[in-house]
């Protein structure tokens, strides 16, 4: 089995092997695929070279790697990562007539992101599944769909959610890809949007686990009244999380985003926290007007009919040092 691993990984794996440069693997190359009349591919022409220099390019993998060493062909893949999105479950009948299912999800570890899909019962899982949450994925199989790679998973995979022996530490997200707000779809998971911002509100507040940080509710039970993780318990005293929300206006539409703790604390330059109590007027005030560059992605908030942008990063442009600074240049000219 042959397995399609880039030309750039290949002649990155001959240059560590040999200690030959990007130069002679790539003459090697060309010339491999003169020799054989042109008959082969430049990937398939690498294939051979590495293998004519006893260079082995995919020693069997056992138990998980990381996303980005995912390669299309692989079987019995195990990888584990991130709920950076989660899809709905879809049913179809297949052409024999029978009841089919699919159903995917994006994860994402510290090497890269990927879309899993999950077919036939496997599919239900998503419904146990939060954005946020870490799965473990076992015995899945590696596709090509639109030039990206995809974990699929039959009946015969496996997800184990939030298993206890596995880290992830920050996910590397690709490029975002940047889009004007009119551009936006639902479902785009990393896009930049630049806008100035021209409403702000209050922040909102809500109980959390101080032990997970997961949103928890109040309750009456017999164990008492207090606000009850599924987790970790009765709390008599919850922690608290917020939730920030403001209009972007790029010249081509405006759009709700909204920014949970660390992004609003990003944005406004302070803990939201001390404003639990007190009033917000003046930060609404500095805010409004300011230029901002934002990445997240789009959804679809079902209540009110429209797309919101959920931030997952936020830089300020401070346009009054942007417009100081061409001053200076000016008078140095
Ligand atoms: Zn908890």
């Not at 699919?102 to 939060?130: F, H, P, Q, T, Y």
């Not at 003046?282 to 079902?302: A, E, F, H, P, W």
Request: net charge negative.
């Amino acid at each position: 089995m042959m397995f399609k691993i880039p030309v750039e990984n290949i002649i990155e794996r001959i240059k560590q092997e040999k200690g030959l440069s990007d130069t002679e693997i790539n003459q090697m190359i060309e010339k491999k695929i003169e020799q054989l009349s042109g008959l082969v591919s430049r990937e398939g022409a690498a294939h051979i070279v590495a293998n004519e220099l006893g260079v082995k390019l995919f020693e069997p993998v056992e138990g998980r790697i990381q996303i980005k060493n995912v390669l299309v062909g692989m079987r019995k893949v195990e990888v584990a990562g991130k709920v950076l999105q989660l899809g709905t479950v879809r049913e179809f009948e297949t052409p024999d007539g029978k009841q089919g299912k699919v159903g995917s999800l994006m994860i994402g570890d510290e090497s890269d992101v990927i879309r899993v899909v999950l077919w036939g019962s496997i599919a239900d899982k998503l419904n146990e599944i939060s954005e946020g949450d870490l799965i473990k994925i076992e015995n899945g199989y590696v596709r090509e769909r639109n030039g990206r790679k995809e974990i699929h998973l039959s009946d015969k995979g496996n997800i184990i959610i939030n298993p206890s022996d596995i880290e992830i530490g920050e996910v590397k997200l690709p490029t975002p890809e940047q889009k004007k707000i009119i551009e936006l779809n639902e479902g785009d998971l990393n896009v930049e949007i630049v806008g100035t911002i021209i409403q702000v509100f209050d922040p909102t507040f809500y109980e959390v686990c101080p032990v997970c940080g997961k949103r928890i509710k109040k309750v009456e039970e017999n164990e008492g009244e207090g606000f009850k993780c599924n987790k970790h318990g009765l709390f008599k005293e919850p922690s608290f999380a917020y939730v920030l929300n403001i209009f972007v206006d790029d010249g081509s539409d405006i759009i709700r985003c909204v920014l949970f703790r660390e992004n609003a604390t990003a944005l406004i330059g302070e803990d939201v926290m001390s404003y639990k109590d007190g009033s917000f007027d003046d930060v609404k005030m500095r805010l409004i007007g300011t230029q901002v560059k934002l990445r997240g992605r789009v959804v679809k908030n079902l209540l009110f009919d429209r797309l919101e942008f959920i931030v997952n990063e936020v830089e300020k442009k401070d346009l009054s040092t942007a417009e100081e600074s061409i001053a200076e240049e000016e008078k140095v000219e």
